[in-house]
């Protein structure tokens, strides 16, 4: 499928993520939370870019467990927890942090 926000962005999957990662840009993150109800925040932002760093350093994406502690290591107790991360991406952390941010689906989601 091709999204269309005045403009083409890239190709996404079925399941709405991207199909090249590097084709993603703030501008095309700001589409695909539209597209998901969300208008993105400073926190959110905070989130994606945490978790764009994750996959460009480990190479991987973790596990919502995994998740969850590495973002309590790096940005602290307050914004790494389960409620917190709830809030943000009600309809699933891991999986909706990384559509947004470009990256592929985890494969611990459904």
């Keep these: 499928m091709v999204l269309t926000a005045g403009g083409a962005l890239p190709e996404t ?3 709405g ?3 090249d990662t590097g084709l993603w ?3 095309v993150a700001v589409e695909l939370a539209s597209r998901e109800g ?8 905070e989130i994606l870019l945490f978790i764009r760093e994750y996959y460009r350093q480990y190479r991987h994406l ?3 467990r995994m998740f969850v502690s ?3 290591k790096q940005l602290g107790e307050t914004r790494g927890n389960s409620r ?12 909706y942090a990384c559509k947004i941010a470009g990256l592929p ?3 611990t989601c459904l």
């Design 70 to 72: 590495a973002i309590r």
């Design 17 to 19: 993520f991207l199909r």
């Design 38 to 45: 969300l208008e993105l925040s400073e926190a959110h932002w």
């Design 25 to 27: 840009s703030p501008a």
């Design 13 to 15: 999957t079925a399941d």
């Design 84 to 95: 917190y991360l709830q809030k943000l991406f009600p309809q699933g952390p891991l999986k």
């Design 62 to 64: 973790p596990n919502a």
């Design 105 to 107: 689906k985890p494969p």
